[in-house]
C-alpha cells in the first residue's frame, strides 16, 4: 500500500520560492510507471492541478502559474519536490503530492488515468 | 482548459435518502471523469474513476454513470459517514481539473 507524505516550510516570504518534498513508501518499485503529481486548495480556487512528473523526468505543468513551478524527482530516495517561485499571498494554500496511475481497459483500447493516493496535505502560508 | 461544473453546490439531505450530485464538462470528456470524497481536515478519497468503476474499499452505495459531458454520482442511501464534499474531475486533458464542490450537509 502506497502512501504519501509532504514535508516543508509552513511559511515562506513573498517573493521568495516555495519548496516542498513529497516521500513515497510503501510498494518497493512504487514509483514506476505512475504521474506523480502536485495539487493545492484553498477556499477561493478550490482544487487545483499544479503539474505532475514522470519516472523518466518528463514534467508537465499548469500553464496558469505561468512557468514558476518546477517539480523533481529523485527515485533513489523515492521522493519528488516542487519548486514554486516568486510566490505571493495568492499561493497561500494546502499542498498535496499524489499519484496519478492509469487502468488499461484492454476491450476498448484505452488507458484511464486517476488519483488513487493522495498526502495528508501540507499547509503553507505566504506572508513576510 | 476544460471547465468542469457541479450542481448543486449545497445539498441538504437526511440519513437514509438518495442523493445524486451533477457534473458537466465544457466539452466532450468520453469517460474519463473522477470523483472523490473529502472530509474536513482530510485529503480527496477517490470514490469513482472512468465515470462509473468504484475504487476499490468505497461502499456499492456510491455509483457513476455518464460519459461525454453529463455525469453524475449517486449514493442510493446516504450514511451518516456520507457527510461531506464531493468533487469530481476531469481526466480528459491537462491541466485536470477539478469541479468547485458539493457539499452534503445533514437536514
Known amino acids: 500500500q502506497v502512501q504519501l507524505q509532504e514535508s516543508g516550510p509552513g511559511l515562506v516570504k513573498p517573493s521568495e520560492t516555495l519548496s516542498l518534498t513529497c516521500s513515497v513508501s510503501g510498494d518497493s518499485d512504487s514509483m514506476s510507471g505512475s504521474n506523480w503529481s502536485w495539487i493545492r486548495q484553498t477556499p477561493g480556487r478550490g482544487l487545483e492541478w499544479i503539474g505532475y512528473?514522470?519516472?523518466?523526468?518528463?514534467?508537465n505543468y499548469n500553464l496558469s502559474l505561468k512557468g514558476r513551478a518546477t517539480i523533481s524527482m529523485d527515485t533513489s530516495r523515492k521522493q519528488f519536490s516542487l519548486r514554486l517561485k516568486s510566490v505571493t499571498a495568492a499561493d497561500s494554500a494546502l499542498y498535496y503530492c499524489?499519484?496519478?496511475?492509469?487502468?488499461?481497459?484492454?476491450?476498448?483500447?484505452?488507458?484511464?488515468?486517476?488519483?488513487?493516493?493522495w498526502g495528508r496535505g501540507a499547509l503553507v502560508t505566504v506572508s513576510s | 482548459d476544460i471547465q468542469v461544473t457541479q450542481s448543486p453546490s449545497f445539498l441538504s439531505a437526511s440519513v437514509g435518502d438518495r442523493v445524486t450530485i451533477t457534473c458537466r464538462a465544457s466539452?466532450?470528456?468520453?469517460?474519463?471523469l473522477a470523483w472523490f470524497q473529502q472530509t474536513p481536515g482530510k485529503a480527496p478519497k477517490l470514490l469513482i474513476y472512468a465515470a462509473s468503476t468504484l475504487q476499490s474499499g468505497v461502499p456499492s452505495r456510491f455509483s457513476g454513470s455518464g460519459s461525454g459531458t453529463e455525469f453524475t454520482l449517486t449514493i442510493s442511501s446516504l450514511q451518516p459517514e456520507d457527510f461531506a464534499t464531493y468533487y469530481c474531475?476531469?481526466?480528459?486533458?491537462?491541466?485536470?481539473?477539478f469541479g468547485q464542490g458539493t457539499k452534503v450537509e445533514i437536514k
Open positions: 466539452q466532450d470528456i468520453s469517460s474519463f
Open positions: 474531475q476531469q481526466l480528459n486533458d491537462y491541466p485536470r481539473t
Open positions: 499524489a499519484r496519478e496511475i492509469h487502468y488499461y481497459d484492454y476491450g476498448g483500447h484505452i488507458s484511464y488515468w486517476y488519483f488513487d493516493v
Open positions: 512528473i514522470f519516472q523518466s523526468g518528463t514534467a
